[in-house]
């Protein structure tokens, strides 16, 4: 069930050498994309918590978004 | 750490499947659009957190905060580490094998400490009797029983007329 301009608020964990240097060259190759990730770079997804996923909801994300 | 998530995520109600884990080398970023796109256009059909369960959003709040203080808990951080001396130990890392382990050690664990710290959260309005706190919890009032045990032991808790309270 699709509700009407409901724009969802994701967060994104990007790993700074695979996902987010991906993320970087879409950019460059100027790929359009959703933008409802908001992007916290870590420098290795093995940095990632438990906490972190739970905290991110409790902060008000509708999804996580973990990019390795 | 995303099965524990997954698992720690359904035991408040939240549709584990909001959250992802997908990998993207830097040379594929066609790849990552793609995977981006699907994961929003999946959210857009969940809708906001909290339609999957029908609760109140202070309710999905709470247990959400609840679960934040029950996974930086130090028994339940403990499991998690033995978690990963067990898969080094046996080899098996194969998805089953995380699924199994995961629910068996580290998902008991953070479900008692997570039913624990909402009674709190719970009985910071006022006394509240066993019966009730089982129901808002998702819990039987044996099993909550067992979790209130040491607590009043310790103090922190303690039993009135009402129900439970605060120490």
């Known amino acids: 069930m699709t509700q009407e301009g409901y724009n969802p608020r994701i967060l994104g964990f990007f790993c700074h050498w695979c996902c987010y240097a991906a993320a970087d060259s879409a950019g460059v190759s100027r790929y359009q994309y959703p933008p409802n990730v908001r992007v916290i770079r870590v420098m290795c997804t093995g940095r990632i918590d438990v906490r972190f996923i739970l905290e991110a909801f409790k902060c008000g994300a509708d999804g996580v978004f973990t990019g390795g | ?167």
């Open chain 2, 1 to 167: 750490m995303a099965e524990a998530a997954r698992q720690a995520l359904e035991d408040i109600g939240v549709d584990p499947e909001r959250m992802e884990l997908e990998w993207a080398s830097a040379a594929e970023g066609p790849r990552f659009v793609e995977l981006i796109t699907r994961c929003v256009n999946s959210i857009k059909e969940k809708g906001p957190l909290g339609t999957e369960s029908n609760e109140a959003e202070e309710d999905v709040k709470r247990k959400l905060e609840a679960a934040v203080e029950a996974a930086s808990a130090s028994k339940v951080r403990t499991s998690f580490g033995m978690l990963a001396k067990k898969f080094h130990k046996d080899g098996d890392y194969s998805p089953e094998a995380i699924k199994e382990a995961v629910a068996a050690k580290f998902t008991p664990a953070f479900r008692k400490e997570r039913i624990a710290q909402e009674i709190k959260l719970l009985l910071k309005k006022g006394p509240m009797s066993i019966t009730k706190l089982a129901k808002i919890v998702g819990s039987t009032k044996a099993e909550l029983e067992k979790i209130v045990a040491p607590l009043i032991k310790k103090g922190i808790l303690k039993e009135e007329k009402k129900g439970l309270a605060l120490a």
